[in-house]
């Protein structure tokens, strides 16, 4: 039931499917919302965040093309699940978190479930260490009011960005930037909402 409600809502891509079906869902919602978890809707973690609707975790998976060699840049861990998505899909996944509670919580639930290729960091997704190098895609699980030129320089040729651009309080729009050997180009995908995209380290726990 839960692969065929993404596939009526548009969901192709065999390996996506297959992946969002394989994925335990329900390990990375809170314990109270565990009957909830395949449930096509948004639904509340630790911190203030949430972890995105399954259509959305599809949809932006699907978007990205993924390839098993491709090294993967997500902004925004939240419960780890998207990662664990794209994990199954990549060669490997770097994952950021600004809260230093859901970084702690997602690293170790990771690690339990057997999501060894996923590296998460606490850190400033809006800051990343050079060190980190570039990446094939990168997914921005958070709202941007603009993509900063910064994170699109991150991005190897032919590399895929796909983010919810807009204002942080309102409906964003997701947008998919491709870098080419004359620069970027833009695609603006569908609307949505997530929480916002901060710069720097959350005070708070």
């Known amino acids: ?3 065929l409600t993404l596939r009526r809502r548009g969901i192709s891509d065999q390996a996506v499917l297959r992946t969002m079906e394989e994925v335990p869902r329900e390990h990375f919602v809170a ?10 809707s948004a639904l509340g973690i630790a911190c203030g965040q949430t972890i995105s609707q399954p ?3 599809a949809y932006m998976t699907e978007q ?11 902004i925004g861990t939240g419960s780890g699940y998207q990662a664990a998505v794209l994990s199954r899909l990549c060669a490997h996944v770097l994952t950021i978190e600004r809260y230093r509670t859901l970084a702690d919580i997602a690293r170790d639930r990771l690690e339990a479930l057997g999501y060894f290729n996923v590296e998460v960091m606490f850190g400033d997704g809006f800051d990343i260490p050079p060190g980190a190098g570039d990446f094939d895609r990168i997914i921005v699980t958070a709202a941007m009011e603009q993509i900063p030129e910064k994170l699109l320089e991150r991005l190897l040729p032919g590399g895929i960005l796909i ?10 729009t997701l947008v998919r930037v491709t870098r080419t050997d004359g620069g970027f180009e833009r695609k603006e995908l569908v609307d949505v909402r997530f929480v916002p995209a901060l710069p720097g380290i959350a005070r708070e726990l």
């Not at 314990?31 to 096509?40: L, Q, T, V």
């Not at 983010?163 to 964003?172: D, E, I, K």
Request: hydrophobic fraction near 35%; aromatic fraction near 8%; proline fraction near 5%.
């Open 55 to 57: 259509f959305v975790v």
């Open 163 to 172: 983010a919810p651009v807009g204002p942080h309080h309102g409906t964003q």
């Open 31 to 40: 314990a109270g919302d565990r009957d909830h978890a395949y449930r096509d």
């Open 1 to 3: 039931m839960f692969q």
């Open 64 to 74: 990205l093309h993924l390839q098993k060699q491709h090294k993967v840049l997500e």
